[in-house]
């Protein structure tokens, strides 16, 4: 590599890098390294097309797992786990057509953020309207179980304006019965819990008003608490400080930080909510305790070199997975504040990004900020899979994703949900 040059592999020649200033040059480190990342992603996708059955691990195969299941020499555990990670290498992209009542603006806006209720039934949408603010919607995944692939989407024009930096599913009145949305309605900023009734088709005038709205600083992240002992609370991370708000009594607790808080999570097994800095701290409250100047109120505390930009604990609270803008993902145990694992692969330096764990099959999925779509086994931290997007990568394409193994609900269906762009894809397992 030569300073200033660029090496050219298809006329096998040096080509001087200009400086540019005012004159168009087309030779440009940018433009060279979006060349390179779009030939690999089109070779991939070729790839994907041609190879139908693959799998990153030596010798696995459906045959020899049952065949070592019959034998005795696999649990119950492991093999389900195994069956997974080989579906999952053989999944096909399909594409999903999205019915809207209102059929002028279905598949007409980008999307943005998608988060999936607890079942798996519904997806929430957070879409950008051309002319600027969100669109938001409800995406029905009961329709894919069919041959046609069709999913009905219900949006709610009255919250059109608002821009939107985080969403949480809510369980007020029964499970994920409301939407927790922060962002930014005006300056400051403003934190809305909606119920989801309000995207049907039923009877507009049957429809529930909004139950809670506030105007707060900058939002960053949010999380609704399932402990019963703080119940009907929720959580906003703000510039330097948590904001804990009882949406029946309307009391609030606030707990100062050192850093801007951009992702959060309660535990259900006690009223304790985890927090993740931009600093790279990561650090927990017991929202039973008050705030008092001069104490210590941060139990675990833990560190990236990065700013933190998503947390999820497992299932038995032991343990919490962590991803940073150093684009390294890590799981911490919590009884001794160490790192226990490091899935490699994931790429990120300055975007917010979720992971998504799926424990009961045993797999990770993460997006980056390269528009790769990644998975990894949570056992031994193997990457499985490396997804391209169907679109070109840029900062507006990076997709958003969900994975179950019941999408649409008890009797759904197993795969991968993609929504990047204007459009809808499902990756389903042969």
Not at 208 to 236: E, H, R, V, Y
Not at 245 to 261: A, E, I, K, L
Not at 330 to 343: G, H, I, N, P, S
Not at 390 to 412: N, Y
Request: charged fraction near 20%; hydrophobic fraction near 35%.
């Amino acid at each position: 590599e030569l300073t200033g040059f660029y090496y050219d592999t298809e006329k096998n020649r040096y080509f001087r890098l200009l400086p540019g200033h005012n004159n168009y040059n087309p030779l440009t480190k940018e433009s060279i390294q979006y060349k390179a990342m779009e030939c690999k992603r089109l070779r991939l996708l070729e790839e994907e097309e041609k190879q139908k059955k693959k799998t990153t691990r030596a010798g696995l195969n459906s045959s020899v797992l049952l065949q070592k299941r019959q034998l005795g020499l696999l649990s119950s555990t492991s093999y389900c786990r195994l069956v997974h990670e080989l579906k999952v290498n053989c999944m096909q992209r399909r594409k999903i057509e999205i019915h809207s009542p209102d059929s002028s603006v279905a598949g007409t806006n980008n999307f943005k953020i998608t988060v999936a209720d607890v079942a798996c039934e519904r997806i929430f949408t957070v879409n950008d309207v051309e002319h600027g603010g969100c669109k938001y919607g409800i995406i029905n995944l009961s329709g894919l179980g069919k041959e046609s692939l069709t999913v009905e989407m219900y949006d709610n024009l009255y919250f059109t304006n608002r821009k939107v930096n985080s969403v949480c599913w809510a369980s007020l009145t029964h499970p994920d019965s409301h939407l927790c949305l922060m962002g930014i309605a005006e300056t400051p900023g403003c934190a809305s819990l909606l119920p989801a009734s309000l995207f049907s088709n039923a009877n507009p005038g049957d429809r529930p008003g909004m139950l809670c709205s506030f105007k707060i600083s900058t939002a960053w992240s949010c999380a609704w608490c399932l402990n019963p002992q703080a119940d009907n609370c929720f959580s906003t991370g703000l510039t330097r400080r948590v904001l804990v708000t009882n949406v029946v009594t309307g009391h609030r607790q606030t707990f100062g930080t050192s850093s801007d808080v951009l992702a959060q999570q309660f535990a259900t097994q006690s009223p304790v909510l985890y927090n993740g800095c931009r600093s790279g701290e990561i650090f927990s409250i017991d929202v039973r305790q008050r705030n008092r100047k001069g104490q210590s109120w941060k139990a675990i505390r833990l560190f990236h070199d990065s700013a933190v930009t998503s947390i999820r604990l497992l299932e038995a609270e032991h343990y919490l997975m962590a991803a940073d803008m150093a684009g390294k993902i890590k799981l911490w145990d919590l009884r001794t504040a160490k790192c226990v694992k490091q899935y490699r692969g994931h790429h990120n330096e300055y975007a917010i990004l979720p992971l998504h764990v799926n424990e009961e099959e045993g797999l990770l999925t993460a997006v980056g900020q390269d528009c790769y779509t990644r998975i990894w086994s949570l056992q031994d931290a193997h990457l499985l899979r490396t997804i391209p997007s169907p679109h070109p990568s840029s900062k507006d394409a990076i997709p958003s994703v969900v994975f179950s193994s019941r999408l649409g609900g008890s009797r759904g269906v197993p795969g991968l949900l993609m929504a990047v762009k204007q459009d809808l894809y499902y990756f389903s397992y042969n």
